[in-house]
Structures are given as C-alpha cells and as structure tokens.
C-alpha cells in the first residue's frame, strides 16, 4: 500500500509507535491544500514505524501523489551510489593509477617509519641543539660573575667615559621630545653600519653590542654607567660564542639594574613614543631570576582609602600580576574589616593569561568603606597559603599587602602562622602620599624576612612591583653552583622580531665580598639568555616522510605545545607567553589526557587511539586512528611526541639512480622533468609543485606560477645528486611528475568530460605534485598548491570512499555567482597502494563536478524515470509516488555532506547556496536531523585568534574617571593638603611642561598592529555524522507546518541524502543550529579552575638558605623617573583606563652592584 503524500513513513528500527492521526478531521490534505487550523503547533519530533501506513484518501477521479516509500528512496539511493562510482572508476583512474605505480616499481622504494626510532633521534636532535646554547650560556654567566667580580666602582664616573653603542640612538635622535635630546646626553654613542641577516630577519652587525636601556631610567646615572663599564667585556665573549658556534641568535644578558646588552647589534625596534621595554619584566628574566612562588596578595579598601590611591592600588595589583608566569600560582583578595576574595577564585590558582585577566577585570570592581583590619587580611592569606588540598608551586611563599598605612602590627597573627621558621615572606607596600607613619608596616616586612617598598605616585608602581625578586634571588645566589642550572621558557615572541622563540636562561650572582671575612653577597646580578627560534627546532623533525597527517608536536611541564603544527598565533607582538594547551591545540578526549600526564613525568610510551580531528580549514571533523609515541628530551623540561596514521607506517622514496646515471646534465635534461614545463600543460594538464624547499638557492614565492619558473630556472643550472638540494623531496617530485603524467596518458586525455558534467580531473601525490587536467581548469583551482596543506587531500587520506567538498561560502557573503559553469564540486578518493604486504596512501585523485549539471542529473537519479525518457506523469485515475524531479515544488530534495554543509539540491533557487551550513538553507530540517542523531556537535575553542579591539565606551562628555573636585573640596583646607590636591597638581604642571604628551598621535595609532587586532579567543563548532547508519523515515510534528522527511547515508561516500515535504508555513521554525565561529569568553574560568589540567613545576626550588641576610628589608622610593614618563602614566591613572599588559618599560630605582 502507498503511503499518502504528508503523511508518515518508518522510523529507525526500534520498538513499534503507534502512528499519531494528523490533526484535524477527516484525512490530511494533500499537497497543495490548505489545512484545517488546529490547536497551537508542536515542536515535537516523531518517529513511526516503517509498517504503520496510514490510507490515501483522495478525491475521485483527481491524481494523487503520495510521499515516496521507503524502499523507493532506497532505490535513489543506490542509483546516485552507483553514477558516482562509476564516474570515479572512469576518471579518477584509481585502479589505473595502482597499476601505473607497480609498473614503475624499480624507480622507488618503500621506507618504513619506526616511530620509536624516530622519536628517539629527533629527541637526541634536539637535546644536541639545545645543548650547545647550554654551554655558550654557561659560558657568558661565568665571564660575566668574573668580570664584575674584577670591576673596580667609580663613583665619579661620567658619561663621556663610555663608549657603546645605544640601540635607540638613532630613534631618539630623529625625536626632538626624547629625554636625551632635552638633557643633551653627553655618553659617546657609537654610529654602526649594518648588513641584512635573514637568520636574525633583522640588519645587524656582528663586531659590537647593543645597549637598551628603559625609557624611565637615567642612563647617566652612576649605576647604569658603571653596568655599562663592565658588561662591556662580555662583547668578547659574545664574539667567541659565535665563532665555536654560528647558529647561535640572539645573546642577551639582562641585569637587574634595567639594562640590557645583546648581541649582534641591531637598532632597536621601538615604538613612536613611550618605549615601556624592560628587560626584568619579560618572561625568560622572571623564570631565570627566581624560583616558582605561591602568592597571595591582600589590598585594604577601608574607607581611608581615597579615590587618587585606591586607583593606585589597582594599578599596583596588575602591574604585580604581571610579573608572574605559569609556574606562579596566586590569589588577590581585599580586606577591611573582613577579608575576601576580590574574583570568584577561592584558592590559589595558576598564574596564567586567562586567570590574570579575570584578577584584573576584578580588581577593577573594589570599592574602600570600612576599618582597616590587618588582621583580616593577613589570616586569610596564611589561610589560603596553608592549603595543601590545591595544586600549587610548592616554593616561595610570600604575601604582598597594599595599604595607605595603619598602626597595627598583628604580630600575634605572625606568631602565629609563621614564626619562628618564617616560611612565609611578607611584602608591604605604603601607597599614595600621606602622612601616616609607616613603621608597622616596615616591621612587618623585616620581621618575614621580606621588604617594604613606597609608591607614592605612579611612576614608583612599575619598578616597586618588580624589586620583590631581588628579595627571591636571595637563596639562589647563596646555594652557589647548584643554582646554577639552566632552564627553558615557554614559547614566546621576540622582542627584536625573530618570531616564536624559546630561551635558555642562567642566573648571573654577585660574587663580590665587602671585605676579608664579611659574609657573601647576596644580590643576583641579572639573567644570561640565549634564544632559539622554534623554526631551527622545526627542521630537524622530519616533515615529509610523516604524510600529510602525521607530526612531531613537543609540550612542557605545563603541558604547553613547543611544537605542533596548530600553534599558530594570529597576533603580533604578543605581550604574553604563548601558552597553547596540547589539549587546546588537538581536540580534548580522555585518551590524550593520558598521553599528556605520561609526557609531563618525563616517561616514554606508544598509544594506539581513536580520536577526532579537525581539517585543516576547521569546517569538518573526522574520527580517525593515530598512533602516538613519545619520550623526554634530556637535561630539558620539554617532552618529544610522534603521531603518526596506521596508512603513513611507509611511504615511498624515489630511486632514480638509473636516470641519474646516464644523466650527467642538469636536471632539467631528465625524461620525466620535460613534463613540469608549461609546454607541455595544454596536452598533458597543469602541473602545480608544492612550494618546497627542493634546493637552498631556490627563491620562493606565493605565486605558484613564478615558484615553478624559479625551480625551472634553477634546474638547468643543478645536477640531479647535487648538495645544495634535498634529493629526497627532489627526486620524488620528478617521480610524482612522470607518474602523474602516465596517468594523463592513459585515463584522462582520451575521455570526454563533458558527456559527464565534469570540469576537471585531478590528482595530487605526496611528492608534492597536483596536475590538473585539462589545463584551463587550472585558473579556477583554488586549493592549496602544497597537497599536504590542502583540505581535500589530508580528509581523503583520512576517509574511505569518495569525500566531496562543496565550495567555502560564508553566511554573511553574497551567494555563488553561477556563470559561464565555473562553479564546481570537488569529490577525491585516496590511492591505497599494498606492496608486498605493505600498505600506504601515496596520492589523491578525483574530478571536479560540474554544479549545475551534476544539479540536473541528480534530479533524475532521484525521481521515478526508469530510462533517459521524459518524466512519468500521473494519470487522473492513478496513485503515485512523488519524485525530486517531477514534484519539485513539493518534494525538496538534497546531498549534504558530513559536515553538514549543502552540496546539491533539486532546487533551483537554493543552488547559489551550495556550500552554505544547511541550518542557514533550512533550519527546522537541519534541526531535526540533529535531533535524530544523523549529526553530532563538537564544540571547542580557538586561543589564538586575533579580534578587532572593542571600541572604549563613552559614558559621557568627560573622561571616564577624572577626578573632579567640587566646591566643598575648594573650601576644605584639608583638601589642599591632600594626595588627591597634590596629584591634580603635578598633573596640569605637567601638562603645561611636556603638553605634547596629552596629543595623540594618529598616524602612530593607525600603524601600530595592536590598535587593529588583539588576541581573543574563537568559539568553534562543527557536526560530524553521528551513530546513526540505518534509512528511515521521520515526521517533525508542528500542527499544520508538519513535514515528512526521509534521510539515508549515501554507501562508500561522505554524503547523506535527504527526502523532505517543503514547508507550506513557517510556524514551526525552531531554534537554529549555528556553525559559524564566535566570538567567546571561553570556558567559564571560575569552574575551571575547580578542575585544573594536570601540570608540575621546575624540578628545583630555592626558597631557603639559612645564611641569608635580611637586615635590608625596606626603603621608600629612589630617585624620580622621568617626567615625561611620569606625567603620561598619571594621566592614564587619572583617566581611569584599566591597565594593560606592558610588554615593555619602567621605572627603575638606583642600585649599587
């Protein structure tokens, strides 16, 4: 019996339902008809079983069409099942290219990778590699201690007495505002000339040093001439490093006075105005000065508090966080008469980006009322510092308070909690300008073995809230040699533009005594670094030989990626450290939670798993097998993981020695190299290469047309074994290129693509060939010249069958532009190759259909013809089936592919649309296949997207947050004797001196990167076919905006086909699936943090040396910085921006070395 047209069908196999009647009286209309109203609609999804078929009820004597059977659609199934077969049996050549690889068997070999093997000499590579920096670093840290342990101090020395070269000379010449300009600097400033370095992708000069001093430090000082009078004997030093090793980059030493000498010269790169640059404040300075530290720190917001010095405050609070890394865990809370967390962290939590960033979001949020309650604070932070329930440093543990100043002691807390071993050391800082008397708080500093610091204004903050690690190094120094390990930083990028970079560290100590028999110094001089670009790392994996989807990838004890070919970072001069998670950087499962504990203890392992992956366009996602291999790199922290496809066990490895033998020309004179000339695109397809490094001399470009007239150029001028090119990527290249061609030869040249609606044939190999044929289908190929860069290849690699890839389009774009038939569909297939009992996938074929065509024909694979003759009518007096070709109007039919996205449809409106995520062409359709699980959602998160920055909110005609005082203040005398009066003060002095400070510039904020994009994070989500493999129908049940639909997965493909009524009304619209990326938050931190991702710290600790001096435990401030500086920074306090990350400049105090 038929099913009546609207009505219902089967279900997916299960327990039998009864079929729910349609709504109304009497049968349900057909098609056409208008329906009976009826009770509100129903969101409802219903399944019926496939044998309860309800009657057709038809007025006599009128045709009646019915919706199609199930075993109707089945049948459209197989025929489309069967055109795609066929069409890629004839002209993807698949089997023809199998027999063209055997018949040329003698000109390659199979390789086998070994993966713990090849772990394993990569891990040796890059220990090797590191090494040598390791001893150049040792050797700089201990010519530096020697150095300035000979150094005689003068106190009358002058500027005139030093010779180096500044590296922001030149800038601060062109500057007529710059400080030295103003003070008429008298330091003798070399003038250097410059060469080109492409290692350094900088101009520099290899015979001196650079100088970079802060903006907010006076470089004629006497501490800083006399830093600059002894470091400058580590040029040498410098010097001799590169000679014993040339692939050395950047060697830097960074004291602890501010100053920072690095080597080659190269002029600085700062910006128009403040350069806010200060060496103590980067990240690989922080790590190398001290040991990781748990922190808490504690702000009084009683109501004594004024406005001017609670902004202070907050500020103070940021600029501390700033100086910690993700081997520090801190929490920030306020105090009055109560003590509480200032964020929704009720622990201590890890120092990283994304927990700092709520810290300061919330600092923002303190408000001062109340009595100060010392006691309060300091309780709750011995609390939060005695939790052993939490992860943790486990090293230094120290507790900053920030105050306007109090008479309390607490010395009955510290009895408390922290006498007498004084585990815990405390930090106070007096803020704002008043006239309380800070004894207490200088007390309790020196009575923890810690330091009390001044900031009166807010050119103090910057350097008061770095000069704590002076206090840390303390141990360090006094331990002596066995501090004296070198440790590696997370990822970061480099100041003078390499890049990503990571950088080996050694502490430098003051070996300097005061006299015979006085006790060791304890200042720590400053840090040693030298980088190393992650891309030298790089080449020493291997690369090609892993296929398209395999990778080395590299983690850290924080489980952040050293290497992976996802650690891509949109932003430039990124302020933090790059710290992609590996399970941010690959889709999070239990499995690899595992593979990543086991990495981060340093431990080797193999794991075979099933996992999910995103392609290389973040559209699709696909299950697939990997094998992972890991081991530790010794002497590092860093652990070296393999992941490897069961198809990339072996890959192929030309052997043209015969070729090359009777050759003894250039390349260029071997038989199958003719066919990579353009001659010969129009008979034998167009042939793109993989923009390789085949050979050093070779020039690369992104024009793939000029690359391959390059490589041309270069083969006539180089011998096929010749050492400046790699001959593995080379001969297998012309190997690719005369296989490939032999395929043109026999398959594609003598077939009509037309009589099949194809626009062009392909194939792509690892070799790094892509021939495209004929040859005019060449200017509408849009992927990726570099196969193992191109989406359709690494997902055919990864599925079985035929993946068709319909093109990208974007919702917010306008529709394809369906002209002169240069639309097409992409549909490729995996070559597997089994030889000798070894299997692999050396190549991708497949053809390019034509949209509007394969549009066409599918409407008749779809519909009730049974041979190339004129659709079937329906008589007057019959019952039939509706079809996708004859019932369009009705009946919409179409190919979605797996990642939910349109591929055909019967149609004709919605065939610009072709590409386009299904929700956006037909929600309450995509929903309900959502629902009935043919589709699953993966959801995850991009860290390392880059937005446009939010435009600040303009609440009104005045700045947001200047303080403006009111009549009652003019009249009260105390006002004038106020923080608040004294700092309106310098503000509008300042102002009248350096007004230039007040303008913006906007050329400088047109051109500067970060003012057009910043970092954020990216919601990402894509569908993937879920459990469900069987064909059913289905009924999505809203009253009368009821539809009937059919959907089955299209066997040996990527597609599944989809039979559904159209909608009459829109009364059932649903919610609406999105698949577009998002801007997000990211995962709420608050419960994040109550599950923190498995991590450990450094391997050693210096918190302790019972030798320690800590007599010197306090001081106010020293002298001023700049007023320039000053002035600026005020302005921004007063202004009530909230603080952002400086990667760069402070203020600095004088210090004696």
């Known amino acids: 019996m038929a099913v009546p047209a609207r009505t219902c069908g089967a279900s997916r196999p299960g327990p039998a339902r009864t079929a729910l009647p349609w709504p109304g009286r009497g049968p349900r209309p057909g098609p056409g008809a208008r329906r009976p109203p009826s009770g509100p609609p129903r969101p409802l999804l219903l399944l019926l079983p496939p044998l309860l078929l309800l009657p057709l009820f038809a007025a006599p004597g009128a045709s009646a069409y019915s919706f199609p059977q199930q075993h109707t659609m089945q049948h459209w199934a197989r025929r489309l099942e069967q055109e795609i077969d066929g069409v890629m049996r004839i002209f993807g050549g698949v089997q023809q290219l199998r027999e063209i690889y055997k018949d040329n068997r003698n000109l390659?070999?199979?390789?086998?990778?070994?993966?713990?093997?090849?772990?394993?000499?990569?891990?040796?590579?890059?220990?090797?590699?590191?090494?040598?920096?390791?001893?150049?670093?040792?050797?700089?840290?201990?010519?530096?201690?020697?150095?300035?342990?000979a150094h005689r101090w003068q106190d009358n020395i002058k500027e005139e007495d030093i010779l180096y070269y500044d590296a922001k000379a030149d800038a601060e010449l062109d500057d007529p505002e710059s400080e030295d300009v103003e003070r008429g600097s008298k330091a003798s400033?070399?003038?250097?000339?410059?060469?080109?370095?492409?290692?350094?992708?900088?101009?520099?000069?290899?015979?001196?040093?650079?100088?970079?001093?802060?903006?907010?430090?006076?470089?004629?000082?006497?501490?800083?001439?006399?830093?600059?009078?002894?470091?400058?004997?580590?040029?040498?030093?410098?010097?001799?490093?590169?000679?014993?090793?040339?692939?050395?980059?950047?060697?830097?030493?960074?004291?602890?006075?501010?100053?920072?000498?690095?080597?080659?010269?190269?002029p600085w790169r700062a910006p128009k105005k403040i350069d806010l640059y200060d060496v103590r404040r980067r990240p690989w300075?922080?790590?190398?000065?001290?040991?990781?530290?748990?922190?808490?720190?504690?702000?009084?917001?009683?109501?004594?508090?004024?406005?001017?010095?609670?902004k202070l405050m907050k500020t103070s609070v940021c600029e501390m966080l700033d100086t910690l890394s993700d081997d520090d865990y801190v929490n920030v809370a306020s105090f009055n008469e109560k003590a509480q967390p200032v964020s929704c962290f009720t622990h201590l939590v890890q120092a990283n980006v994304r927990n700092k960033k709520v810290f300061k979001e919330a600092v923002q949020g303190m408000v001062a009322k109340g009595t100060t309650g010392y006691k309060a604070g300091f309780e709750y932070a011995f609390d939060q510092l005695q939790n052993s329930n939490i992860t943790r440093a486990n090293c230094n543990k120290m507790i900053m308070m920030f105050t306007d100043g109090g008479e309390d002691r607490v010395q009955d807390v510290f009895?408390?909690?922290?006498?007498?071993?004084?585990?815990?050391?405390?930090?106070?800082?007096?803020?704002?300008?008043?006239?309380?008397?800070?004894?207490?708080?200088?007390?309790?500093?020196?009575?923890?073995?810690?330091?009390?610091?001044?900031?009166?204004?807010?050119?103090?903050?910057?350097?008061?809230?770095?000069?704590?690690?002076d206090v840390l190094g303390r141990p360090m120094v006094l331990a002596g040699k066995e501090a004296k390990q070198v440790q590696w930083t997370n990822?970061?990028?480099?100041?003078?533009?390499?890049?990503?970079?990571?950088?080996?560290?050694?502490?430098?100590?003051?070996?300097?005594?005061?006299?015979?028999?006085?006790?060791?110094?304890?200042?720590?001089?400053?840090?040693?670094?030298?980088?190393?670009?992650?891309?030298?790392?790089?080449?020493?994996?291997?690369?090609?030989?892993?296929?398209?989807?395999?990778?080395?990838?590299?983690?850290?004890?924080?489980?952040?990626?050293?290497?992976?070919?996802?650690?891509?970072?949109?932003?430039?001069?990124?302020?933090?450290?790059?710290?992609?998670?590996?399970?941010?950087?690959?889709?999070?499962?239990?499995?690899?939670?595992?593979?990543?504990?086991?990495?981060?203890?340093?431990?080797?392992?193999?794991?075979?798993?099933?996992?999910l992956v995103k392609?290389?366009?973040?559209?699709?996602?696909?299950?697939?097998?990997?094998?992972?291999?890991?081991?530790?790199?010794?002497?590092?922290?860093?652990?070296?993981?393999?992941?490897?496809?069961?198809?990339?066990?072996?890959?192929?490895?030309?052997?043209?020695?015969?070729?090359?033998?009777?050759?003894?020309?250039?390349?260029?004179?071997?038989?199958?190299?003719?066919?990579?000339?353009?001659?010969?695109?129009?008979?034998?397809?167009?042939?793109?290469?993989?923009?390789?490094?085949?050979?050093?001399?070779?020039?690369?470009?992104d024009n793939n047309t000029e690359f391959l007239k390059n490589f041309i150029e270069l083969m006539e001028k180089v011998?096929?074994?010749?050492?400046?090119?790699?001959?593995?990527?080379?001969?297998?290249?012309?190997?690719?290129?005369?296989?490939?061609?032999?395929?043109?030869?026999?398959?594609?040249?003598?077939?009509?693509?037309?009589?099949?609606?194809?626009?062009?044939?392909?194939?792509?190999?690892?070799?790094?060939?892509?021939?495209?044929?004929?040859?005019?289908?060449?200017?509408?190929?849009?992927?990726?010249?570099?196969?193992?860069?191109?989406?359709?290849?690494?997902?055919?690699?990864?599925?079985?069958?035929?993946?068709?890839?319909?093109?990208?389009?974007?919702?917010?774009?306008?529709?394809?532009?369906?002209?002169?038939?240069?639309?097409?569909?992409?549909?490729?297939?995996?070559?597997?190759?089994?030889?000798?009992?070894?299997?692999?996938?050396p190549a991708v074929v497949g053809v390019k259909l034509d949209l509007e065509a394969w549009a066409e024909k599918f409407k008749v694979l779809a519909s009730n013809r049974t041979h190339q003759d004129q659709p079937q009518k329906c008589g007057p007096s019959s019952h039939c089936e509706m079809d996708c070709e004859v019932n369009n109007e009705d009946l919409l039919c179409v190919l979605i592919d797996d990642g939910g996205f349109l591929v055909l449809s019967n149609q004709n409106h919605q065939w610009d649309q072709v590409g386009r995520f299904f929700s956006e062409v037909d929600a309450n359709l995509m929903l309900a296949l959502y629902n009935n699980s043919f589709y699953t959602r993966k959801e995850s998160y991009d860290y390392q997207a880059a937005c446009a920055p939010q435009p600040p909110g303009n609440l009104g005609a005045a700045p947001r947050g200047v303080f403006v005082p009111t009549i009652a203040d003019f009249l009260n005398l105390a006002w004038w004797t106020s923080a608040a009066a004294w700092s309106l003060f310098q503000q509008l002095l300042y102002g009248l001196i350096y007004h230039s400070w007040?303008?913006?510039?906007?050329?400088?904020?047109?051109?500067?990167?970060?003012?057009?994009?910043?970092?954020?994070?990216?919601?990402?989500?894509?569908?993937?076919?879920?459990?469900?493999?069987?064909?059913?129908?289905?009924?999505?049940?809203?009253?009368?905006?009821?539809?009937?639909?059919?959907?089955?997965?299209?066997?040996?493909?990527?597609?599944?086909?989809?039979?559904?009524?159209?909608?009459?009304?829109?009364?059932?619209?649903?919610?609406?699936?999105?698949?577009?990326?998002?801007?997000?938050?990211?995962?709420?931190?608050?419960?994040?943090?109550q599950r923190p991702r498995y991590r450990r710290g450094p391997h050693i600790c210096f918190d302790y040396n019972a030798t320690e001096d800590t007599s010197d435990c306090g001081r106010g401030a020293s002298f001023p910085p700049s007023l320039g500086v000053l002035v600026s920074l005020q302005l921004l306090l007063l202004l009530g921006l909230p603080p952002r990350p400086q990667p760069q400049v402070h203020a600095h105090a004088s210090r004696r070395v």
């Open 108 to 149: 390659f070999e199979v390789q086998e990778n070994e993966p713990q093997k090849l772990v394993e000499k990569v891990a040796g590579d890059i220990e090797s590699l590191l090494d040598r920096k390791v001893q150049a670093l040792k050797r700089l840290a201990d010519a530096a201690e020697n150095f300035q342990k």
């Open 189 to 266: 400033t070399l003038r250097l000339d410059f060469v080109e370095d492409s290692n350094f992708k900088n101009k520099v000069n290899y015979s001196y040093t650079a100088v970079q001093i802060p903006t907010d430090i006076y470089k004629g000082s006497t501490v800083i001439l006399n830093e600059l009078n002894w470091t400058e004997a580590l040029e040498n030093v410098f010097i001799e490093n590169r000679r014993q090793d040339p692939t050395l980059l950047w060697q830097v030493f960074g004291s602890a006075t501010g100053v920072t000498r690095y080597y080659p010269a190269t």
């Open 285 to 310: 300075y922080i790590q190398g000065a001290s040991s990781p530290k748990d922190m808490v720190i504690i702000v009084d917001v009683s109501g004594s508090v004024s406005g001017l010095t609670l």
């Open 415 to 469: 009895e408390k909690y922290n006498w007498p071993n004084r585990t815990v050391r405390v930090f106070t800082f007096s803020v704002g300008q008043h006239n309380y008397d800070v004894t207490p708080l200088q007390w309790m500093a020196c009575a923890n073995k810690g330091y009390y610091f001044e900031i009166p204004s807010i050119g103090a903050i910057r350097i008061n809230t770095q000069e704590y690690l």
């Open 491 to 611: 990822v970061y990028e480099d100041a003078l533009g390499l890049g990503l970079v990571v950088t080996g560290t050694l502490p430098v100590f003051n070996l300097t005594q005061d006299g015979p028999g006085e006790k060791k110094n304890q200042l720590i001089l400053g840090v040693m670094g030298i980088d190393v670009a992650l891309n030298d790392i790089k080449r020493l994996t291997p690369n090609y030989t892993l296929g398209a989807n395999g990778y080395v990838f590299a983690i850290d004890l924080n489980g952040y990626v050293l290497l992976h070919p996802n650690l891509k970072p949109q932003t430039t001069n990124f302020r933090e450290p790059v710290t992609l998670d590996f399970l941010d950087a690959e889709l999070e499962d239990e499995n690899k939670e595992e593979i990543r504990r086991s990495m981060i203890d340093g431990n080797k392992g193999h794991k075979q798993i099933r996992t």
């Open 615 to 701: 392609s290389l366009d973040e559209r699709y996602v696909d299950e697939v097998m990997r094998n992972y291999t890991w081991v530790p790199i010794r002497s590092t922290n860093y652990s070296l993981g393999l992941v490897l496809p069961p198809y990339s066990t072996f890959y192929l490895q030309a052997n043209l020695s015969d070729q090359i033998l009777q050759v003894k020309l250039p390349i260029s004179k071997l038989k199958d190299f003719e066919f990579l000339l353009p001659s010969s695109f129009e008979s034998e397809g167009h042939v793109f290469i993989a923009p390789r490094e085949y050979c050093k001399d070779l020039n690369a470009s």
């Open 719 to 841: 011998t096929p074994d010749s050492k400046q090119c790699n001959n593995f990527l080379l001969h297998n290249l012309i190997l690719d290129t005369g296989i490939t061609q032999q395929l043109v030869e026999r398959v594609w040249r003598d077939q009509d693509l037309n009589t099949y609606s194809l626009l062009a044939v392909f194939a792509a190999t690892d070799g790094g060939i892509t021939r495209i044929f004929p040859n005019k289908a060449a200017d509408d190929w849009m992927e990726n010249p570099e196969p193992f860069n191109a989406s359709f290849y690494r997902r055919s690699l990864d599925n079985h069958g035929y993946v068709f890839k319909p093109p990208h389009q974007d919702a917010l774009l306008r529709p394809l532009e369906l002209e002169n038939d240069t639309v097409g569909i992409l549909v490729s297939t995996a070559v597997e190759l089994s030889l000798g009992g070894r299997t692999l996938r």
């Open 998 to 1089: 007040f303008q913006a510039d906007p050329a400088e904020a047109e051109g500067n990167p970060e003012a057009r994009e910043s970092s954020c994070v990216m919601k990402q989500t894509q569908y993937y076919f879920g459990s469900v493999n069987a064909s059913y129908n289905a009924i999505i049940d809203c009253g009368n905006c009821s539809r009937l639909f059919h959907a089955q997965r299209l066997t040996n493909t990527n597609l599944l086909f989809v039979v559904a009524e159209k909608p009459l009304c829109s009364q059932c619209e649903g919610g609406r699936l999105l698949q577009k990326e998002t801007h997000s938050d990211g995962p709420e931190q608050c419960e994040l943090v």
